[in-house]
């Protein structure tokens, strides 16, 4: 099974800028995509971002797209989330999750990592 770790999460202020990781066990073809999703109280689990293992597709919630951005390193078997001008409705935990392909559903994803809790004050 792929084992999913975030990290980076903190009490940030808004405007400011924040790193989160995603550390894989193991990549193959069946887990092609890593995503990002985020779940707050009161909300439903929201698609944020994701990126393709193999090739340099990326993906974006439009909520996000500007300010965000997703990278991995292949041979750290790393997922990055650079999350810019950070605003107080970013507050959410946010989890990693593999899937075979993209897509914005999270019942496509079938590794999901613990989360990191983003916490941003205005």
């Known amino acids: 099974q792929v084992q999913l770790v975030e990290s980076g999460g903190r009490l940030v202020q808004a405007g400011d800028s924040l790193r989160l990781s995603c550390v894989a066990s193991?990549?193959?073809?069946?887990?092609?995509?890593v995503g990002w999703f985020r779940h707050s109280p009161g909300t439903e689990r929201e698609f944020v971002a994701s990126a393709a293992w193999s090739i340099n597709n990326t993906w974006y919630a439009e909520s996000v797209k500007g300010r965000f951005t997703v990278s991995r390193d292949v041979a750290k078997n790393t997922v990055y989330l650079e999350m810019n001008s950070l605003k107080p409705e970013d507050t959410a935990m946010y989890y990693c999750a593999a899937a075979e392909r993209y897509s914005p559903n999270d019942s496509y994803y079938k590794y999901w990592g613990r989360g990191t809790q983003v916490t941003v004050s205005s």
């Open positions: 193991e990549r193959t073809w069946r887990s092609a995509v």
